[in-house]
């Protein structure tokens, strides 16, 4: 996949990328709702290297203007025929900008015209007011509240989290355009 907006490009990752990944990931405050935890330089490392393949499923988002990396998007096929699932991690530094909104409108286009998908989900925390922003503002619907259906080792030992499952529809899809 390789996707470019007005301001952004979204791609695949290069060796050279771990560095800036670090930098993002092992902030607590962006990593507080990923699964995965704070990363070292090691999960960096491997992280970048493992989304270089052909079978990635989470692409380098860059600014255009002096190809600086400042996050990635989450992509992938999901259950179901023609189902894909989005999601997004940015640097706290280029937060409320409209980066992440972008993005996930650029990936949303490629998925539905591109992919012909019939549906793309996104999940969140329901804590994690700013992802679930992002999901309406890109049109998706909340349809469902799961209590206590992610394991959270990573965030205060163990317990569970609940969830938010947004998803958009190819018609509303185009309906939004």
Known sequence: MQLSTQRLSIG?????DWSAVLEYTSDRQV????PEGVFQEKEAKAFVLQNM????????VRLLDGD?????????KWYGENTYEIGWVFHPRYHNQGFATEAAQE?????????NAHRVIATCQPENIPSYRIMEKIGMKRE????????????KGTGWWDGYFYAILEEEWKIGL
């Open 107 to 115: 990936v949303l286009k490629f998925a539905f015209e591109q992919l």
């Open 68 to 76: 600086k990396l400042i996050g990635h998007m989450v992509f992938h």
């Open 12 to 16: 695949k990752f290069r060796t050279e």
């Open 53 to 60: 393949a052909e079978t990635a499923e989470k692409f380098a």
């Open 31 to 34: 990593m507080e709702y990923m």
């Open 144 to 155: 469902a509240h799961f209590r206590k259906c992610i394991p959270a080792h990573y965030k």
